[in-house]
């Protein structure tokens, strides 16, 4: 199961929640997806959005505490897209190691957006890893393997 589609499909699900200020998960449209999802994919595409939207308001305020002076309604609704899914992600879902979800969300905004968003996402989710000694705590663990 390529968890990578699974992610892009959650990230224009959020999308376009977003734009239609809706996030109803079972009003998901299939429409929007390219590509049939396998079984698990879809069970991993719900986990997800049901993370996200359930902590919805927390995610906000984090993206926004760690933007800079960027209020929510500022930030590209692609961007937030991909920002929350990142962080519901690194939050939420314990098996799936941060720098693979930053990682992930930098290769969302370049294909989405930009190179510039693509740094933007980056900024905002490496400073959150940097705060959390997330990146020391990998740091740690290589070392004792």
Not at 10 to 38: G, R, W
Not at 39 to 57: D, F, R, T
Not at 68 to 93: C, H, P, Q, T
């Amino acid at each position: 199961m390529s968890r990578r589609i699974a992610r892009e499909h959650c990230m224009k699900a959020l999308f376009q929640m977003s734009v239609q200020n809706d996030y109803d998960i079972s009003k998901i449209q299939e429409d929007i997806l390219e590509e049939p999802l396998e079984e698990k994919q879809k069970q991993y595409m719900h986990l997800v959005l049901q993370q996200v939207i359930g902590h919805m308001k927390a995610l906000d305020e984090l993206i926004e505490g760690y933007s800079k002076g960027w209020r929510i309604n500022r930030i590209s609704k692609v961007d937030l897209a991909i920002l929350r899914l990142a962080f519901g992600e690194i939050l939420y879902i314990e098996e799936v190691p941060y720098a693979v979800a930053i990682n992930e969300a930098i290769e969302l905004a370049k294909k989405y957006n930009s190179e510039e968003s693509a740094a933007f996402v980056n900024g905002i989710l490496g400073k959150y890893a940097e705060d959390k000694g997330l990146k020391e705590n990998d740091a740690k663990a290589s070392t004792r393997d």
